[in-house]
């Protein structure tokens, strides 16, 4: 029997109504004949408000009971999941993590699995229950309870799916899918059907927060084709997978206006400065969006390092006193600096890309400060008070924008307008 | 080390204001150099809470799902109170049932204690940490999490402090122990500072809620000392353990007015009509509380039996199928009877005690229907409007008032009279 993992966020459980709702798409799924298994998270912000009782106790809370208390939250949907979908006819039973054999180190609040045993899952699969499994939690190798961090119950689907060896995972979201850019900046942004593992890796890390890099990772270390879908509607979301063509396209733009910019000026040239900095702003605990330094051959360079900007103070304050130790003539900080990029697989082998991203920006008059590319990704830092429009013009110029028919919406609206009374 | 296993019950957990004055009871109690392992319930109404969203989703809601759900409740609090004990600079650490080793048979919701297998918790204690226990629930040998039904918290914390040969099982509760009658109808009632298991098993099944029977049985089988005692404020309690002294003493009165008493009359004598009778009743669900035929070398006799009032209709309707089957002349049924009880060890062995209860209620012009009695126990059938006037009676014929001094109040409402203005 082909399984099928699916995974549904806290607000499409939050209250009896849409765990109901969620059981009966449950139920027609096992009615087209998968196996299916499905991972929960709390309902709605219950770990939020678990969190806030932890907190009225104990001001630092102890990571080992903190991990006992967030696991309850799950444990309340997990059962009334399984109870809404006997309610329908079908057999279904709950599983904790523990129980679902999901093993993890001992890294309190933020675990990572280390195998799964699912040998109590196949049973109940096999006996054609749907098996409901508490996301975000395992248990260690000591038997303790634990969590997987951030985005933990995506990794337990992806986990579950890689060991059940299942078809597909799916995870059940509160948006369409994957779109080509932002839609409260770019009106006409589209979803995108199907995208690599490599681009949603670019998307998430560059602000598209629907699925977390660590699920993303692990899905393409194993091949899992992954799914994201509206848990309302009949949307068939974005397909996530192994790359399939090597034509480079452009599958998205995406956008920050909190970033901030620093340099280093005029550093001796030395293989070892670059990652002494880098790890100093590491240890300071400032992540480091990305970095670049300038080419050519004089004795010195320029290091210039994009931060967020709410790390801008931390990240000055290193860069000052690596300055001193490594010879460099001064620091400088940019605020009001924003970052566009260009996502797609191969897009920076492609002659004419550059030539078009650079175009299509100096058309709308946007001055481009620095870029910086990867295998996937082309970004350009601009003036912060640019960064929607870039958004917008590059989404224009690689066709990221719905077919004109789906835009009639915005011909509406010109209507309306038309429409009001003349003065 | 001594070991005292301390219960606390949902009231006193309900906020976290409750839980951080719990710890510190739980810190001074450590300092005093026991080992100390603590079974909590679920906050407040936390478990009614859980049901209310499991019958929001269906309407019978699946044994097994539920216990699931339920056992979330008591997560939280262990969790919590652990925080809380560690923030006043105590170590502690919070268990499920399951990681407590409480091993249950596999009946959901009203499960039973096979085993405990305490090795965790001893090796917790041996390190001086506090260790918490999540009351209410445990693991089947199935793997499967259960709960212990009703006083399942009072059952987890008995059979921990055995299983662990505790010196004393304290139940903190919101009440200062066991009163000699109920305070509401005999408002001089005083704190039993001890009291043996039978008396308590009394007491607790004619209306005492204060502690589950099943809790008081299981502590009386293994002779492991009970203390009920108040949670907020210093009071001693009540110490529940094995009869010391043959002295017969009144512990107490009890008194319960939602009762009924039906006859079946002029019963042919015979072995085993009593007991088949016995059994059609507790057939259809109905509790006799208790029972009692006429004496005398008739060939017939009349069987009486003492009923909750909500299952009037049932046994009667039992008593008049079963009087025909064993040829009895008829069914009779008195509502508006009530039931008052003397409790001590031994008091039906005294010679005066029937007597002193008799002329102590004719003196108060009580009527008495009918009398049954026990080892420990002296129950009178009376008119349901005169139950509160015999609890009065009763507790001063057996000077089971608060002594004088304390009465110090009645003779303030005394005074207050006196000088309300003359008409």
Do not use: W
């Not at 196996?35 to 907190?55: F, P």
């Not at 444990?75 to 329908?88: E, K, P, Y």
């Not at 609040?109 to 996301?135: Q, S, W, Y």
């Amino acid at each position: 029997m082909k399984v099928i993992v699916q995974k549904y966020g806290g607000t499409s459980l939050a209250t009896p109504a849409r765990i109901r709702s969620v059981a009966k798409r449950i139920v027609a799924a096992r009615r087209a004949g998968c196996g299916i298994v499905v991972v929960v998270s709390a309902m709605g912000d219950t770990t939020e408000q678990l969190l806030g009782l932890a907190r009225s106790v104990i001001s630092q809370p102890p990571r080992r009971e903190l991990d006992m208390l967030l696991t309850a939250g799950e444990r309340v949907t997990m059962s009334l999941l399984s109870m809404a979908i006997q309610d329908l006819g079908s057999e279904a039973i709950s599983f904790t993590g523990s129980q679902s054999g999901i093993i993890t180190d001992t890294s309190h609040t933020n675990a990572h699995i280390l195998e799964i045993r699912a040998d109590r899952i196949r049973r109940e699969l096999a006996k054609k229950r749907v098996v409901i499994v508490a996301g975000f939690q395992g248990v260690s190798v000591e038997r303790e309870v634990t969590t997987l961090g951030r985005g933990g119950s995506d990794i337990t689907a992806v986990a579950l799916a890689i060991s059940l060896g299942a078809r597909e995972c799916e995870i059940y979201t509160d948006v369409d899918g994957i779109l080509t850019a932002d839609p409260r900046v770019v009106p006409g942004a589209r979803l995108l059907p199907e995208i690599t593992y490599d681009e949603m890796l670019e998307l998430a890390g560059l602000g598209a927060r629907v699925l977390q890099s660590r699920s993303v990772e692990l899905a393409a270390r194993h091949h899992l084709t992954l799914r994201v879908r509206p848990s309302i509607g009949e949307g068939t979301g974005t397909v996530i997978r192994d790359e399939t063509l090597e034509r480079p396209e452009v599958r998205g733009v995406t956008h920050d206006e909190a970033i901030a910019l620093l340099s280093l000026r005029r550093v001796p040239r030395s293989p070892r400065s670059l990652s002494q900095v880098v790890t100093s702003l590491a240890n300071a605990g400032v992540a480091v969006r990305f970095f670049f330094h300038g080419a050519g051959a004089e004795k010195t360079t320029d290091l210039s390092f994009v931060v967020n900007e709410s790390d801008l103070a931390t990240a000055r304050r290193v860069l000052a006193s690596e300055a001193r130790r490594i010879g460099a003539r001064e620091v400088r900080a940019s605020k009001g600096v924003g970052l566009v990029s260009v996502i797609g697989v191969g897009i920076t082998r492609s002659p004419d890309m550059l030539a078009r991203i650079f175009t299509a920006l100096s058309r709308s008059r946007i001055h481009i400060g620095s870029v910086s590319t990867s295998e996937t990704r082309v970004s350009c830092i601009i003036p912060q008070s640019a960064v929607g429009r870039a958004a917008r013009a590059l989404a224009r110029e690689f066709d990221l924008m719905k077919p004109r028919t789906a835009r009639s919406t915005s011909g509406g609206r010109g209507r309306k307008r038309a429409s009001a009374p003349r003065e």
